[in-house]
């Protein structure tokens, strides 16, 4: 079969989804392809979707356990595995369908297969019926997204060991799971596990769990994962996994040395790689770093001047919005407005219990890079709200330009600090200054106050915490 088309798009995830709608929206004809049934990617297949359900369930249990502080016993929740699956495989399909319906609606043609590309403007797909489309296009946007990492002695093809993908297929619930990586996979997924049941062991290369945020922010998570999970062994990587009867036996290599322990199973969660290897990508002047990335400018468009790239194709951070978000200027560059991807704060959430959330500039960053700012703090112990919650462990935190007082960072861990980010964004994309959040008058009592009070807390005024101002 022929066919053409203004805007191709390759990957239906929140990169290539956005953008098909998008296209449709401002009245291109769009063709958007991708191997699933319904648009939805890694994130609603794989990712953001079902992981989430399943946080919420070990969220639900949590809550449930702590309730006896309280004075409210459930007793010891029961799982039924087959079901909780069930019921996070519907919200799944509700969410692919609806895209579906949505895609429909707008008018995009979506094609059920798997695309290659024949040259600048034209490319193939194949249905799973072995059925061939040629297509012609004017621009194309490639979003095919990322698949996880499995480097040197973590590459074991055993049903024991597992990718996130698996994990959230949530084939059993382990007596004891080792998670390799304490990135927002490995913290995500093992706490699922660890409130359903197994005893979980992280371990992390590097020094400290969650590398690209605040030490003070994950602190706050890793107080209580100390606490939820049977071990957390930073400075420490696995050198070898052999299946091991109906487990794996690990060789871990620490400060200490060497060691061996066993598993039942191991969660391998060290990163992502793009999928660059976009068959027939080689006959377009399209580029790759030396990660695998594909090279875009401010507007997404490769060196082939019909093509755009967007989301973990292009590189981090690997997040739904911010591919979303780089897929809407892409087909804005496409229709011929003034469009570019320069955004200033980008939100980061780790939907662990508690949350950890930052966008801006990180205090990290800032002195790393020899910037000058003042951080103010305001302790979850103090806010009413935290108490009341019996979730007082948390940190609201702003990172300020000392001469301007604007607003370059915030960073917060607690109960909801995914929600409570947006705020944040808001206030750095609007050049807010200290005083503008000072002066927003916000609601009492709620988490959002903690926002208010930190920027109280710059200027030594906070009302429920005693913290003069220092001399600058
Ligand atoms: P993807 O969502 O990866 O979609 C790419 C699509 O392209 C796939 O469907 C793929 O099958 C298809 N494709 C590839 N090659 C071809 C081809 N040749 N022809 C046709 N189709 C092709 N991000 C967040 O912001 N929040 C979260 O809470 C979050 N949680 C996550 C949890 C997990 C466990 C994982 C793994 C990721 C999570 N992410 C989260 C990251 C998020 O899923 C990705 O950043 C996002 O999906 C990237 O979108 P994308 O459009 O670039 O590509
Ligand atoms: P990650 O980059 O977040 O974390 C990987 C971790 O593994 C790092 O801390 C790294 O130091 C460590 N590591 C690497 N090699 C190791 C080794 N050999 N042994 C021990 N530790 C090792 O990657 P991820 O957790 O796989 O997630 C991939 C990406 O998916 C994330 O970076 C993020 O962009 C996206 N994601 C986002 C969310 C969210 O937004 N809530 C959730 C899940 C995934």
Known sequence: MNRSTQVAVIGGGPGG???????????????????????????????CMPSKALLHVAKVVTEAREARNWGVDFGEPALDVDRLRGWKDEAVSRLTGGLG????????????GRAELSGPTSARVTAADGGVTALEFEHAILATGSRPAAPGPLALDSDR????????????????????????????????????????TVVEMTAGLLPGADRDLVAVVARRLAGTCEAVLLETTVTALAEDGDGVSVTLEGKDGESAQRFDRVLVAVGRVPNSDVP?????????????????????????????????????????????????????????????????????????????????????????EGRKVEVAKFPWGASGRAVTLDRPAGVTKLVIEPESERILGVGIAGSGAGELIAEGVVAIEMGATASDLRLCIHPHPTLSE??????????????HVYRPRRKR
């Open 101 to 112: 319906q949505l895609s429909s609606q707008r008018g995009v043609s979506y094609l059920h």
């Open 450 to 463: 903690t926002l208010m009070e930190s920027a109280e807390v710059f200027f030594g005024q906070s009302t």
């Open 280 to 368: 027939g990508l080689d006959r377009t002047a399209v580029g790759r770093d030396s990660r695998g990335f594909v090279v875009v400018d401010g507007q997404r468009r490769t060196a082939e001047p019909t093509i755009f790239a967007v989301g973990d194709l292009v590189g981090e951070p690997m997040l739904a919005h911010k591919a979303s978000h780089e897929a809407r200027v892409a087909v804005e560059a496409i229709a011929g407005h003034k469009a570019v991807f320069e955004p200033a704060a980008i939100p980061a959430v780790v939907f662990t219990d508690p949350e950890v959330a930052w966008c801006g500039l990180t205090e990290t960053q800032a002195r790393a």
């Open 17 to 47: 989804y956005a953008a098909a709608f998008l296209a449709a929206d401002l009245g291109m004809r769009a063709t958007l392809i991708d191997e699933a049934p319904n648009p939805g990617g890694v994130c609603l297949y794989r990712g």
């Open 161 to 200: 060991v597992w990718d996130s993908t698996r994990a959230l297929e949530l084939p059993s619930v382990p007596g004891s799971l080792l998670v390799v990586g304490g990135g927002y996979i490995g913290l995500e997924l093992g706490s699922v596990y660890a409130a359903l049941g197994s005893r979980v």
